[in-house]
């Protein structure tokens, strides 16, 4: 089985999963660090996470 690569939405660089990628799986990129999520699995596409915030108890 070949190693599924996807371009990471921030930079470009190459992102290369080891295992088969997960819809919703977060990763991040080698090149510049960002967090990734796979938003879908047929054209394997990155997006940016989403950034949780503190509820600081609210």
């Avoid at 690569?5 to 992102?15: L, V």
């Avoid at 290369?16 to 967090?35: I, M, N, Q, W, Y």
């Avoid at 699995?41 to 990155?46: D, G, H, K, S």
């Amino acid at each position: 089985m070949s190693q599924a690569t996807a371009e990471c939405p921030e930079c470009g660089g190459s992102i290369t999963f080891k295992s088969a990628p997960v819809l919703h799986e977060l990763v991040r990129c080698p090149d510049c660090g960002g967090e990734l999520e796979v938003v879908d699995l047929a054209n394997l596409t990155l997006a940016l996470a989403p950034t949780e915030e503190e509820d600081w108890g609210e």
